[in-house]
């Protein structure tokens, strides 16, 4: 018996997404010819070896395996885009466009929170019921208490972190499942909300100064100024820019394969591309408004957490075996707990970007179809209902497929009916689609 090794050296440098030798090592027999000297290597790096061939390879073998991505969404949003324009030529007017990325925002916002409950494979049916009752809560205490507005808008946000932490305990600790708990929560919650707003139903915010103005309709980036939304689009191409190249120093310090910078320069110029196309719509109406400035920096700031910290791929371990990570040292039940939190807390801003839109805090907040609307978008954009697969920029594509949706028949005159049909349709298609996607998963063995 004799110990092979076999080191394989590589050609490339760092512009082929390599940057480090390719070593494997096998312990054979040496009288085993099939197995003494086998070089793994990491079939990334082979793809980018491959150039452009290799990109169209792997993107193949991606939809054969059922890794489908955004790409579903993405062909939906713009098979709706193209039949609403030829609707209507109005549909991708600029202010029709402003008036979808308003719009979304405040309901993108309970799906962000959303997002982390579904990572789980869990669900929360009281995020729409939170967000009318923060929304309450902050105007009963700013209207009827002569809190400072500022004060006011920190303490409707603790409740709702404060309510999502005591569902996800009555969840964590003592087993009541998600569903019951919080259904629960949606009543309660909702009549709680009824009870505060009294007799008259509304209380009316001022809107002239504070919070409201803040998320409110007439309120935009830098009071309106063409510039704004120029600035928007830069500072999220170089911040593209420093996370990418940083991530690839930090892989290529590690040994682990990397991005080449030709394909980061062209990720990012796409993104740029995108951005400024963007920036010069907006400004052909009133310009970027203060709610999308928070929501995208919302969808950044989350996207970093789940991705980038301890804490992020602790969410997904849980979501994708509970055993697994209670055996690898995590504390699952404070996951759970934290994460119902996050959600609270994100449906309580929500609710404050309802609050602005009407500048009062009225029975139907956060009623209706506000809750199916958020988790619609969660799963329309990609994120599984079985946990463990997703990410935060589904509350984005999902709330413009919806928004999209909603906008566009309104444009055609057609009944609400019709829009709740149609959204139920699409729901409906998205959950179809990530059933099939994890099927084909499974017989590729990726799953």
Do not use: C
């Not at 092979?4 to 070593?23: A, E, H, I, L, N």
């Amino acid at each position: 018996m004799s110990d092979t090794s076999r080191t394989v050296k590589s050609d490339s440098g760092p512009d082929k997404g390599v940057g480090v030798d390719k070593t494997a090592a096998t312990t054979a027999p040496a009288d085993d010819p099939t197995a003494a000297g086998v070089a793994v290597v990491d079939p990334r790096l082979l793809v980018r070896e491959e150039g452009l061939k290799g990109y169209v390879t792997e993107f193949k073998r991606k939809i054969k395996g059922g890794e489908l991505g955004s790409l579903p969404v993405v062909i939906g949003l713009i098979i709706i885009w193209a039949i609403f324009q030829a609707k209507n030529d109005r549909f991708l007017s600029a202010d029709n466009l402003s008036d979808i990325s308003f719009f979304m925002s405040a309901t993108g916002m309970l799906a962000i929170g959303l997002v982390f409950v579904l990572l789980l494979g869990e669900i929360d049916l009281s995020v729409g019921s939170v967000s009318g009752l923060a929304s309450t809560v902050f105007a009963v205490w700013v209207v009827e208490h002569g809190m400072n507005a500022w004060l006011a808008l920190v303490l409707a946000i603790a409740t709702g972190i404060a309510i999502g932490a005591l569902q996800g305990w009555f969840f964590a600790k003592i087993g009541v499942p998600a569903f019951v708990v919080t259904l629960a929560g949606f009543l309660g919650w909702n009549g709680l909300m009824l009870w505060l707003l009294g007799s008259s139903g509304t209380i009316n915010i001022p809107s002239d100064d504070g919070p409201v103005k803040l998320f409110g309709q007439s309120s935009f980036f830098m009071d309106q100024a063409i510039i704004g939304a120029y600035l928007l689009a830069a500072l999220g191409v170089v911040l593209s820019l420093v996370g990418n190249f940083g991530e690839q120093r930090r892989r290529r310090a590690a040994g682990v394969p990397f991005r080449p910078t030709g394909e980061i320069l062209f990720r990012v110029g796409l993104l740029a591309i995108a951005s400024f196309i963007a920036a010069a719509v907006l400004n052909n109406a009133q310009g970027v408004s203060n709610a999308l400035v928070i929501f995208l920096a919302a969808l950044v700031i989350v996207d970093f957490v789940l991705r980038r910290t301890t804490y992020g791929r602790k969410v997904f371990a849980v979501g994708g075996g509970i055993e697994a990570a209670r055996r690898a040292g995590i504390s699952v039940p404070m996951v759970r707990i934290s994460v119902f939190a996050i959600s609270g807390g994100f449906a309580a801003v929500g609710g404050m970007f309802f609050a602005g839109q009407t500048a009062s805090a009225t029975l139907s907040a956060g009623g209706g179809n506000t809750l199916m609307l958020a988790i619609a978008a969660a799963v329309i954009g990609g994120t599984s209902l079985f946990g463990g697969r997703g990410s935060v920029w589904s509350a984005l594509l999902g709330m413009l497929v919806i928004q999209s949706i909603t906008t566009g028949l309104n444009l055609l005159n057609m009944n609400t009916s019709i829009q709740y049909m149609i959204t139920g349709g699409v729901l409906l298609g998205a959950v179809v689609i990530d059933s099939v996607s994890r099927r084909s998963q499974k017989a590729a063995g990726r799953a």
